[in-house]
């Protein structure tokens, strides 16, 4: 059985019940109920009738089923830059499209991540936790900024 969600494990359990099919995942639908999880039990149900669902939210309401989203991110790839104004432009440039980005999905950000590769493709990670939401350039460019400084 090829279905998305249902790992090795869980299909080696099924082939050991006889159940190989969607079909036979749902006329056994109460022998399943019996033998594993609630949760297990409705998604091998969901996953019988072909009913599939992805939720995305930005919502951060504690009472919400749906999950939030966990990440934004912006990147860009450009040539080396020496001088700290063209990389300070650069920076804002980057959390412009960011603050954008984050506009339209009506998210906001508490920590933040500059991630920096060198012309020799070393990785640089530096991240930054704020002590409150923010979402403008103006409220996410000045952290930003002192990353690197911290080197």
């Not at 090829?2 to 359990?13: C, D, N, P, Y």
Request: hydrophobic share 40%.
């Amino acid at each position: 059985m090829q279905v998305s969600g249902i790992g090795k494990v869980a299909e080696q359990t099924l082939n050991a019940l006889g159940i190989t099919t969607c079909s036979q995942l749902h006329s056994q639908r109460g022998l399943l109920a019996a033998l594993v999880s609630t949760i297990s039990s409705d998604f091998f149900l969901r996953v019988s009738l072909g009913l599939g669902q992805t939720r995305h939210s930005s919502r951060r309401n504690e009472n919400s089923s749906e999950p939030r989203r966990k990440g934004i991110s912006c990147e860009r790839t450009f040539a080396a830059i020496q001088d700290q104004a063209a990389l300070d432009q650069m920076a804002d440039s980057l959390v412009q499209h960011l603050a954008s980005d984050m506009s339209g999905e009506n998210i906001e950000a508490k920590t933040l991540t500059l991630k920096l590769k060198t012309t020799t493709f070393e990785v640089r990670t530096r991240a930054v936790t704020l002590a409150s939401y923010v979402s403008t350039p103006a409220q996410m460019l000045p952290p930003i900024l002192k990353l690197p400084q911290a080197e």
